[in-house]
């Protein structure tokens, strides 16, 4: 590692030390794994990005997680890779290229496809590792060596395995179906690609009237009207006593002028507008299903432009299709079959990645057979049986059923897209014979019948079929001979956002048993979304985005990753505001603040040997914060091993920013002032333990302050590794628990505390000393010991420890900190009379106050609607009012006896 300067800066400066650090690290081949044998690995897989992305908050929070999961099990010894990657993001990547085209004038048309391939590559090459210098950026330890692409060799060959071996079992299959189609990217999609949005429409009435008997009817409600254009029946519940006598009746299409049947079907919802549907297989999931029930032809009269095609009719040929609607509506009016419009609040799905209303088209597409949950031998049977089982465990526990639920419902995965960007579909098609068949090599011929006539599917993949791979195919699947599959594999997390549980992390459960026969991780750790100070989702719309990039040079890496996952539980969103920033910024000058002040006092001592061992100290002071230390690090083990890092990091920044620093720091201050050296080693040994407990979290101030002190105290026999980053994690030492010295520096504490609280209520300025004196009951060895620390401290002299209580009190306070008592004769420091006013008006604000709050409470209106952390910050404002009401009374007591 570097050498640290002579002289430790007055401030840290992140900006001028973590990319040095960074270049450390790599250049050491630390983020390489350490072949233990006697460790159980620990592998964990970074959620590839997409290849366009840049670093968003999103990003941020996985990386800070995913690095503090990897530092902790590198500094415990386990052999540990987190490896890194990207994703070739299918239509994104297609997306940003061709609107590059368009800018020029041109289209991939007619380009062509392998001069448009090669076009992508080179965008790919020119842009695509932003976001890997992005994640450097963030600290991440991940070993860049073992970086991969979801479009490389490896990775490419496990996909097209993975595919024939599907394709060979029976269990991938080309089939027409109705399937999701977003005419903005042509391309199908997937459920999961599509997003649901609450919006305003209509719902017209239409009257179909009956092919024997046009004056009479039957009324369907419909939000789609240009879709009836391609009806082929209409459905009712055979219970609906409705239209009893006309299921098996012919009803006349409006304006087409088509007999359809009416059919009874149970999955009509009887309550839904006039209990009719019209049913239009060729542009709707359910109309589909109902159109196969009965045997009803599919008219398919929306093209997957969005326009309508030629069996709409020649009047709305080539129309567009939300165009059409107001169309086909106005002549339905003037047939005089259109009873009535009503406004209509309801879901409609849109495209994940344009925004644009998805159309349901009936399309030859390649589906992957995944079977259902309930039997044990489908790829969905299988990866429902390994949470139901326990071999993965997913956190927090209420996803477990989330994804249950989600398997128990699923379809069959349409796996194949309209681009031209992402893994080919390994299908080859015979012009001569027709025969197909699926390679993992490209063949120079066709299989049945030996002709050279082939040509390759034109289709490629779902994107989330190759990063379904993602945990095998990175280690080197399908080769028998991959050390690192045989060793990393299952990995032992996958952390990542709780939006992706489906998209991604089902089809690895799915595709991993299915290719390893084994489970892909062991644990999937999930966490919540990012949102703005109020609560919002973040949105470029709402202009409520927060860019990492600026965030890290204003604040510094470890700010924004402490702010990102502190007090923060796994699957809950969190919010991060400007307030969050500055307090994990000020927590990382807090560190370096008492680090200077321990470096400063402690360098050029020879008295400091063993600092870096278990030691066990003899003073008081020394046994309490070696206690609280090895609390801290039972509990900070125990978080991490719990994937609590949120609860983790608090436990840490409770114990550095109040025990030691506003506590230990400025007692051992006193002792070392007062010739007693004791503490120097102490100091030491609680900074440095506390440095590497911080690491995983703050990996860049620990490792800068941790390169200072070891350079400036004596090192052990045994020697120091040279970065923290390597350096053994702590251990709880039991031998060290000192529930006495915990238990008398608290009473210590609360003397102080009480004194600094009553020097504030009468507003005594702080170069002011008070006299004390404090009746012991029983702890006079205690307060004798401590005495110049609470002295000090509570800024009192004289201070008098007294054996018994004085029969005569001066004027002034007495504060009961049990067991102690502590007389504060106030004579001659304030005016009790004029306090005694003050503390009186005080008292009526805060009274006012409190009843204001407690009004508010017992609001049952404003405690069910407000947010519940409203509600939580007055309940937490009328706890704090209630405690001061009492404060005030009781020092008002006192003044008037």
């Not at 062991?522 to 966490?527: A, E, I, P, T």
Request: negative net charge.
């Amino acid at each position: 590692m570097t050498q640290p300067a002579n002289t430790i800066p007055r401030a840290y400066d992140a900006g001028a030390v973590e990319e040095r650090i960074y270049q450390d690290w790599w250049d050491s081949g630390y983020f390489v794994p350490r072949a233990n044998p006697s460790r159980t690995p620990f592998c964990i897989v970074m959620p590839p990005p997409n290849v366009t992305g840049e670093l968003h908050l999103g990003h941020a929070l996985t990386a800070s997680l995913q690095d503090a999961l990897t530092r902790w099990h590198r500094m415990c010894g386990d052999p540990t890779l987190w490896l890194p990657g990207k994703d070739h993001a299918g239509i994104a990547t297609q997306w940003v290229v061709e609107r590059a085209l368009a800018e020029e004038g041109t289209n991939r048309h007619d380009l062509g496809r392998e001069a448009f391939e090669e076009r992508v590559w080179q965008w790919v090459d020119l842009y695509g590792n932003t976001i890997d210098a992005q994640h450097r950026r963030l600290g991440a330890s991940c070993d860049w060596s073992r970086l991969r692409f979801t479009l490389d060799q490896g990775p490419a060959r496990a996909v097209r395995t993975t595919f024939v071996n599907l394709f060979e079992k029976g269990l991938i299959y080309r089939h027409e179906r109705i399937i999701n189609w977003c005419p903005r990217c042509a391309t199908a999609l997937s459920d999961l690609e599509v997003d649901y949005e609450e919006r305003d429409g209509k719902l017209y009435y239409i009257r179909y009237p009956l092919a024997n008997n046009p004056d009479d009817f039957v009324t369907v409600a419909t939000t789609r009207p240009e879709s009836m254009l391609g009806d082929t029946g209409v459905a009712v519940h055979p219970d609906d006593e409705r239209y009893q006598g006309k299921v098996g009746q012919m009803v006349m299409l409006p304006i087409v002028g088509r007999e359809i049947p009416v059919v009874g079907d149970t999955a009509i919802e009887m309550e839904f507008g006039t209990g009719a549907l019209k049913v239009t297989p060729g542009h709707d999931v359910v109309d589909f299903e109902i159109g196969e029930r009965h045997g009803l032809p599919i008219v398919n009269v929306i093209g997957f432009d969005g326009c309508m095609t030629d069996a709409a009719g020649p009047r709305y040929s080539g129309m567009e299709r939300f165009a059409t609607r107001s169309a086909v509506a106005d002549e339905l009016e003037q047939l005089g079959l259109l009873e009535r419009v009503e406004d209509y609040h309801h879901s409609v799905g849109q495209c994940q990645r344009c925004s644009e209303v998805v159309e349901p088209l009936i399309s030859l597409q390649w589906f992957l057979n995944v079977g259902t949950h309930t039997k044990p031998d489908s790829i969905a049977g299988r990866a429902h049986a390994a949470v139901v089982n326990g071999d993965i465990e997913i956190v927090p526990e209420r996803f477990g059923r989330v994804y249950l639920n989600w398997l128990e419902n699923i379809r069959d995965w349409c796996v194949s897209r309209q681009l031209w960007w992402g893994h080919r579909i390994p299908v080859w098609y015979c012009g001569d014979c027709g025969a197909f068949a699926a390679h993992v090599d490209d063949p120079d011929a066709c299989a049945s019948c030996g002709s050279p006539n082939i040509e390759q599917e034109n289709d490629v993949l779902d994107t989330w079929f190759s990063s379904g791979l993602w945990p095998h195919s990175t280690l080197g699947w399908p080769d028998d001979a991959s050390d690192d599959l045989d060793h990393f594999y299952p990995n032992s997390v996958l952390e990542t956002g709780y939006d992706i549980l489906f998209f991604w992390v089902a089809r690895m459960i799915m595709l991993g048993i299915e290719n390893t026969g084994d489970v892909p991780f062991r644990s999937v750790y999930l966490h919540g979304m990012v949102l703005d100070a109020e609560g919002q989702k973040m949105s470029k719309t709402r202009g409520n985005t927060l860019d990492p990039l600026d965030l890290l040079a204003q604040y510094g890496t470890d700010a924004l990753r402490f702010a990102l996952t502190t007090g923060t539980a796994p699957g809950n969103n969190l919010r991060l505001s400007t307030d969050k920033l500055e307090s994990a910024r000020n927590f990382a000058n807090k560190i370096w603040n008492a680090a200077r002040f321990v470096i400063t006092a402690v360098e050029g001592r020879d008295d400091l040997a063993g600092w870096s061992d278990p030691i066990t100290p003899q003073h008081r002071e020394d046994r309490w914060i070696i206690g609280r230390l090895d609390a801290l690090t039972v509990a900070v083990n125990e978080r991490l091993a719990e994937f609590e890092l949120g609860e983790a990091q608090q436990r840490l920044y409770d114990f550095i920013w109040n025990d030691f620093c506003d506590w230990y720091i400025e007692m051992a201050k006193v002792r070392l002032r007062s010739g007693d050296a004791t503490a120097a080693a102490t100091l030491v040994h609680v900074l440095e333990r506390s440095l590497r407990l911080l690491h995983p979290f703050m990996p860049f101030v620990t490792e800068e302050i941790w390169q200072n002190l070891v350079a400036r105290v004596p090192a052990p026999a045994s020697g120091l590794p040279p970065s923290i980053m390597i350096a053994e994690y702590p251990q709880a030492d039991s031998m060290r628990a000192a529930p006495d010295a915990e238990s008398e520096m608290d009473v210590v504490m609360q003397t102080i505390r009480a004194v600094r609280n009553m020097r504030a209520q009468f507003r005594i300025p702080a170069g002011q000393k008070l006299e004390a004196a404090i009746e012991t009951n029983g702890m006079q060895s205690v307060v004798e010991q401590e005495s110049e620390a609470i002295s000090v401290l509570a800024r009192v002299e004289p201070l008098t420890v007294l054996h018994a209580a004085e029969s005569e009190n001066p004027a002034g306070v007495s504060l009961v900190v049990n067991p102690l008592v502590v007389r504060l004769p106030l004579t001659g420091i304030v005016d009790l009379d004029v306090e005694s006013q003050r503390l009186g008006k005080e008292l009526d604000d805060v009274r006012r106050n409190e009843a204001r709050v407690q009004q508010l409470l017992a609001n049952d209106n404003f405690v069910s609607k407000a947010r519940p952390e409203v509600v939580e910050k007055e309940r937490d404002r009328l706890q704090g009012l209630s405690e001061q009401r009492q404060r005030i009374e009781e020092i008002m007591a006192q003044l008037s006896a």
